[in-house]
Every structure is written in structure tokens, then in C-alpha cells.
């Protein structure tokens, strides 16, 4: 009996420990470790804007920096299921996605009057928040991660057959537009929902530009 009590204490204490280095430890660490990297970035584009390449006053280099200070204060509050419930069921989803749209139609417009190598500048610096946003959203949930693991596998192993299977291969082109289309539209609706948090001490809600970091 003795035994039995002892064994279901070490099994209670070792979940625990699991559940804390998952929940606590992994998760305090993944904060820090994307925080890092968008600091980073935000370094570099501020070098690049020091440098002259873009002006501090230009609307796209100053909702680019908002975008990356509200990621940055954003980053403890992302993750999938967050974005999920946020997406879909959230009180204020509605407004939200109405901020997206004209997140997205405001950037649009403010780098049309930007220099080629000005596009490339900002471009960039969203491409690379958004591979740091995504990755801390897939490694932040063990889902994803089972998910990507079995993609991989499953491209290995699929891979030199569709290679001889024309319609096979157009299917899964397909496939992987509409995955890319789908993550596209999720990084738009993350970097607007981060600009929003930067400009949420503005008494104009809509407006899109930022207070200086």
C-alpha cells in the first residue's frame, strides 16, 4: 500500500514538473527568445533608417516600427488558441478585422510612394517578423509542432511520387498556394492586431500611425 502511495506521489510530481517546464519554463523562454529577435529587428531597421535609406518621418517606416514595438508587447499574449478565439468568437473580432482591412489598405497606399529599395526595406521587415511570429506560434503549441513534423515527413516520403504524377503535382501546388494564402492572411491580421496595441493610447482608434517608440 505503502508503495502504490509512493508511486502515484512520484507520477502526480513528475506531471506537475512536466506541465510547469511546459506552461512556465518553456513558454517564459520562448517569450524572451522572440522579444529577442523582433528587438533585433527593429535595431536593424532604425540602422537602416539612420543610414538614410528611409526617413524616420516616412508613414511607412513609422507603422513598420509600431507594428514591431506592439509585436513586441504582444509577444506573451500570442499563441494559437489566442489567435484563434481572437479570429472567431471574440467580442471585438468584428472591429478587429475591420482594422485589418484598412491596416492592410493603409500600407498598401503609404508604400506606393516609396523608392524600390524603400519597398524592399519594409517588405523585408515584415517578412522577418513573420517568420518570427509564426515561429513562436508553432513553437508554442505541441500541435503545431506534431502537425510540421508530419508535413515534413510526409513531403520525404511523398515527394519522388508526385514528381511522376503531373495532376498530383498541380494538386498539391494547389495545396501549398492556399496554405500560403491562409498564413499571409493570419500574419496581416497579427501585424494589425499589434499595430493596434501600439496605437491604443491614441484617442483615434483608426489612425495608423505610431507614437514614438
Known amino acids: 500500500m505503502t508503495t502504490d502511495l509512493l508511486v502515484i506521489v512520484l507520477n502526480i510530481a513528475l506531471l506537475v514538473g512536466l506541465w510547469w517546464l511546459w ?12 522579444r529577442q529577435d523582433l528587438f533585433r529587428l527593429r535595431d536593424r531597421l532604425f540602422d537602416r533608417a539612420a ?7 516616412v508613414e511607412a517606416y513609422k507603422v513598420t516600427r509600431a507594428t514591431l514595438n506592439g509585436m513586441i508587447h504582444y509577444a506573451h499574449e500570442l499563441s494559437v488558441l489566442r489567435v484563434l478565439l481572437t ?35 519594409i517588405d523585408t ?41 503531373p495532376l498530383a503535382a498541380r494538386l498539391t501546388g494547389y495545396m501549398a ?25 491614441s484617442t483615434r482608434p483608426s489612425r495608423l500611425t505610431t507614437f514614438p517608440a
Open 23 to 34: 506552461f512556465v519554463g518553456y513558454r517564459d523562454y520562448l517569450v524572451d527568445r522572440t
Open 51 to 57: 543610414a538614410g535609406e528611409i526617413g524616420f518621418d
Open 87 to 121: 479570429a472567431l468568437i471574440a467580442p471585438g473580432a468584428k472591429t478587429n478585422m475591420k482594422y485589418a482591412r484598412l491596416f492592410i489598405a493603409h500600407m498598401r497606399q503609404v508604400k506606393a510612394t516609396l523608392t524600390p529599395a524603400q519597398k524592399v526595406l
Open 125 to 165: 521587415a515584415f517578412e522577418d517578423m513573420h517568420k518570427v511570429t509564426l515561429r513562436h506560434l508553432r513553437n508554442g503549441s505541441l500541435v503545431l509542432r506534431a502537425l510540421a513534423l508530419m508535413v515534413k515527413l510526409a513531403s520525404v516520403c511523398v515527394r519522388p511520387v508526385i514528381r511522376g504524377l
Open 177 to 201: 498556394g492556399y496554405i500560403r494564402k491562409g498564413l499571409s492572411s493570419l500574419s496581416d491580421r497579427i501585424d494589425a492586431d499589434a499595430n493596434l496595441m501600439a496605437t491604443s493610447a
